[in-house]
C-alpha cells in the first residue's frame, strides 16, 4: 500500500455530499503521493499533442477505487486544491452518475443535473441528447471543474465531456473507464499503516493507541486500511472510553465471515456488521430503514416517520450515527444527512434479513404520508392569512408547520432531490399507487406555489410523467387525460408542437373514456390551438368548433367568449374575413353579456382590424371608435390609449392626417397620466 489520504471530515465514500460539520475542522492528510500524480497527469501531453494537433476536450483524470477506498473524499480535495489555487474561475460543478441504490443515474437526468450546476434550465421534456448538446455548448464558454463521482463506465462519462481543454474533469469509479482515450486511472487501496493509525487516533485519542501501538496497526490491517471502515472502528470506540483497541480486534476477528462479500470488500461489511450489532435494538432498526431514504438523502422527518418515533429522537439518533461514521450530515440548522455509498448496499441486504416485507412496506408508507403532508403544508404557508388552506395548516402538529414562506421555500429547495427521488421511487414500487398520487399531486402544486409554474416546468414535466405512468397501470382515465393534457401544455410551450397535438388526441380520448366534459372540451380547444400553431387553420377551425359546440350545450359563457375569439381568430388567418367577423362579434356579444367591458372592447377592436383587412376602412373606424368608447368606461387606459393609436392609423390610410394627429395625441395625454398616476401609487406605498 501507498502513503493515502483520507478526508477524516465523515466517512470517505459518502459521495455526493457538502462536507459535513464537525467538531474539530475537516482535514485531510496522507495520499500526497497520488494527490501530486493527478496534478502532474494535468499537464501531460495526450495523444493528439503528440501528434501535432491541439487538444480540443477536457483533460479527465480518473480516480478508482473500491466502495469505502477513499476515492470521492481524494477528488473533493484535489478539487479543492486546485480552485484555491485560483484555477477554473468559472468554478465547480458536481454531479453523481450512480443512485443510492447502485443502478446507473439516467443520461437525461444527469445531464439535466449539470445544466442546472452551471444555472442553465433545461427545457421540459427534452431527451438525454438534446440536454448533452446544451451541456457541451454551456461549457465550450466556461472554465469549469467538473466532478462526475461515481461512474459505471464511460457511457455515462463521454456525453458530459466538455470540449474545452480549459475544463477539467475529475471522475471516481470503482475500475477503468474502458473507452475514452488519453486516461491513466489513479487506482488507490487502503491506506498505509501511518496514515490509519493517525485516523483512528483523531477519533480514540493518541492515549489507547501508544499503549498499544502494534495492536493498533494489526487493528487497521484487518480493517484493510479502508478509511470507511476505520472511521466506523473508531467511532465505534470514541462511544466506548473503556473499550481498548485489542477489544474491538478480537471482535472483528471473531466476527462470522457470512457477508457473501469479495475478499476486498469483507473488512467494510465486518466493520458495519460489528457496528451495527452494537447499537440499540430501536436505533439498529432505524439505521436499517434508512435504506429506504429516497436518494440516500434522509432528514429526521423522514427518520421519524420510518421508525414510527418522535422527530427529535429521530433527530438525535441520526447525529449519533454521524458521530459513529453511519451517516454524513451537512451541519445545517435543520441538516440533511447522507447514506453512504459504501453502506446503501450493506443496509439493504440487512433491512430484508432482519425485517419482515409487511413492516418494511409499513415504513415506506408512513415515509410518504409524512412527506404529504410536508409538501401540503410548504404549500399552505404561501396561502393568504384567513384561507381555507390557512385554517386547516393552523390544526397540524407544530413539528408539521413552517415558521413562514421562506422557511417552507428553503426546505422545499433542500430536499427537493430527495422529494423529486421519493415520487419516482414511489411510483416504480406500484404497491402503495394512492399514496403515490397524493405525493405527486403534492409536490406539483409545492412546486407551483413557490417557484412557479414556468420555473419548476423540468420538474413538473417528470412528475407528470409519473402520474400517467401509475394512471395507465391503474386504468384511470381521467387521471391519464389530465396527466396528458399537462404534458402536451409543456411541449407546447417548448416548440414541440406536434407531440403535444397527439398528446392533446390521446388526452381526449382518455377523456371522452372517463365521460368527464371538462377534459373533452379542454382537449377538443387544444387540438384547434395545436393546428392552428401548425399553420392548419382549416382543422384548427373545425376543432375549435367541436369545442364551442360543446360548451354551448353547457352554458359556460366564459369558455364560449374566448372560443368565439379563437375562431376569429384563425378564419382571419385563412382569410375567411365574414367568418372571422361574425365569431368576432359574438365574442364581444358574449363579453357584454357577461360585463367584462375590458374584454368587450378588445373583440371590437378585432372586428376593427378584420374589417379593415377586408377593404372596409370606414366600417372599420366607426366600430373602433365604439371600442374606444368601451375601454373608456371600463376605466382601462392603456387599452383606451391603444385603440386611440390604432384610429389614428386607420385615418391616415384614410387620408386625414389632422384627425390622426387628434387621436395620437389623446394616446399621449392617456398614456402621460396613466404613468403620473402610477408615480403617485407608487410613492404612497412607499411612504
Known amino acids: 500500500m501507498t502513503d493515502q489520504a483520507v478526508d477524516t471530515s465523515g466517512p470517505a465514500e459518502a459521495a455526493g455530499t457538502e462536507e459535513p460539520a464537525t467538531v474539530e475542522p475537516p482535514r485531510f492528510f496522507g495520499r500526497e503521493r497520488e494527490l501530486k500524480e493527478l496534478r502532474a497527469d494535468i499537464e501531460r501531453a495526450g495523444l493528439d499533442t503528440m501528434a501535432g494537433r491541439g487538444s480540443g476536450r477536457a483533460r479527465v483524470l480518473l480516480i478508482a477505487g473500491r466502495p469505502g477506498s477513499g476515492r470521492s473524499a481524494l477528488a473533493r480535495e484535489l478539487a479543492r486544491r486546485l480552485l484555491a489555487e485560483g484555477g477554473y474561475p468559472d468554478g465547480q460543478v458536481r454531479v453523481r452518475l450512480t443512485e443510492a441504490g447502485g443502478t446507473p443515474v439516467p443520461a437525461e437526468r444527469a445531464a439535466r443535473e449539470l445544466l442546472r450546476g452551471l444555472g442553465v434550465s433545461g427545457p421540459p421534456g427534452a431527451d438525454a441528447d438534446e440536454l448533452s448538446e446544451m451541456v457541451r455548448e454551456a461549457l465550450a464558454v466556461r472554465s469549469v471543474l467538473l466532478l462526475l463521482d461515481d461512474a459505471l463506465d464511460a457511457e455515462q462519462v463521454d456525453p458530459l465531456l466538455p470540449d474545452n481543454p480549459d475544463c477539467l474533469v475529475i471522475a471516481t469509479a470503482q475500475g477503468p473507464l474502458t473507452g475514452i482515450p488519453g486516461v491513466r486511472p489513479c487506482t488507490i487501496g487502503g491506506l498505509e499503516a501511518g496514515s490509519a493509525v493517525e485516523l483512528l487516533a483523531r477519533a480514540i485519542g493518541d492515549v489507547r493507541i501508544t499503549v498499544d501501538p502494534l495492536t493498533a496497526e494489526a487493528l487497521a490491517e484487518e480493517c484493510g486500511g479502508q478509511p470507511a471502515a476505520l472511521v466506523m472502528i473508531g467511532g465505534w470506540l470514541a462511544t466506548r472510553p473503556t473499550a481498548s483497541v485489542a477489544d474491538v480486534t478480537k471482535q472483528l476477528r471473531e466476527l462470522p465471515d ?59 439518533t441520526l447525529d449519533d450515527f454521524v458521530r459513529l461514521g453511519l451517516l454524513r450530515g451537512d451541519g445545517a440548522e435543520q441538516p440533511q444527512y447522507e447514506v453512504p455509498g459504501c453502506l446503501a448496499a450493506l443496509l439493504r441486504a440487512l433491512l430484508e434479513d432482519r425485517d419482515r416485507p409487511a413492516e418494511i412496506q409499513l415504513a415506506r408508507a408512513r415515509m410518504l404520508e409524512r412527506t404529504v403532508r410536508l409538501l401540503q403544508s410548504c404549500r399552505a404557508v404561501t396561502e393568504p392569512e384567513g384561507s381555507p388552506a390557512r385554517r386547516k395548516l393552523a390544526g397540524l402538529p407544530r413539528s408539521l408547520r413552517f415558521p413562514g414562506p421562506e422557511a417552507a421555500a428553503a426546505w422545499l429547495r433542500m430536499r427537493r432531490p430527495a422529494l423529486v427521488a421519493s415520487a419516482r421511487i414511489a411510483v416504480e414500487d406500484g404497491e402503495l399507487d394512492t399514496l403515490a398520487r397524493r405525493l405527486v399531486a403534492a409536490l406539483v402544486r409545492a412546486l407551483a406555489a413557490h417557484e412557479g409554474t414556468e420555473a419548476a416546468a423540468p420538474e413538473l414535466y417528470g412528475l407528470h410523467a409519473l402520474v400517467l405512468a401509475v394512471a395507465e397501470r391503474r386504468d384511470l382515465p381521467r387521471e391519464r387525460a389530465a396527466a396528458l393534457l399537462n404534458l402536451a401544455d409543456l411541449d407546447a410551450g417548448t416548440g414541440r408542437t406536434r407531440e403535444a397535438l397527439a398528446r392533446y388526441r390521446a388526452a381526449l380520448d382518455a377523456g371522452r373514456a372517463a365521460k368527464d366534459p371538462y377534459a373533452t372540451g379542454r382537449a377538443m380547444e387544444s387540438v384547434g390551438g395545436a393546428y392552428a400553431e401548425l399553420g ?41 374575413y365574414g367568418e372571422a367577423l361574425r365569431n368576432w362579434r359574438a365574442a364581444a356579444a358574449a363579453h357584454r353579456r357577461l360585463g367584462d367591458l375590458p374584454a368587450q372592447a378588445r373583440a371590437l377592436s378585432e372586428v376593427a382590424r378584420v374589417q379593415e383587412y377586408a377593404g372596409r376602412p370606414h366600417e372599420s373606424l366607426q366600430t373602433c371608435r365604439e371600442a374606444v368608447e368601451w375601454a373608456r368606461r371600463a376605466k382601462d387606459v392603456r387599452l383606451q390609449a391603444a385603440l386611440e393609436l390604432r384610429l389614428a392609423d386607420t385615418l391616415d390610410r384614410l387620408g386625414d392626417p389632422a384627425a390622426a394627429g387628434l387621436h395620437r395625441g389623446a394616446a399621449e395625454r392617456l398614456l402621460g397620466e396613466e404613468g403620473a398616476a402610477y408615480e403617485i401609487r407608487s410613492a404612497a406605498t412607499e411612504n
Do not use: N
Not at 427518520?303 to 429521530?314: D, F, I, K, N, Q
Not at 376543432?543 to 360543446?550: C, M, P, S
Not at 364560449?560 to 382571419?572: I, N
Open 258 to 316: 457470512d457477508t457473501g462479500q469479495s475478499t476486498g470488500a469483507r473488512p467494510l461489511a465486518r466493520a458495519f456488521r460489528l457496528v451495527h450489532d452494537s447499537l440499540p435494538q430501536t436505533a439498529a432498526r432505524i439505521l436499517r430503514l434508512l435504506s429506504l431514504a429516497p436518494a440516500g438523502l434522509a432528514d429526521a422527518h423522514t427518520a421519524s416517520a420510518l421508525a414510527g418515533c418522535s422527530v427529535s429522537a429521530a433527530r438525535t
Open 536 to 576: 392548419d387553420f382549416h382543422r384548427a377551425s373545425d376543432w375549435y368548433g367541436r369545442a364551442l359546440a360543446q360548451r354551448l350545450t353547457q352554458g359556460e359563457r366564459a369558455d364560449e367568449a374566448r372560443l368565439y375569439g379563437r375562431l376569429g381568430t384563425v378564419h382571419t388567418y385563412a382569410g375567411r
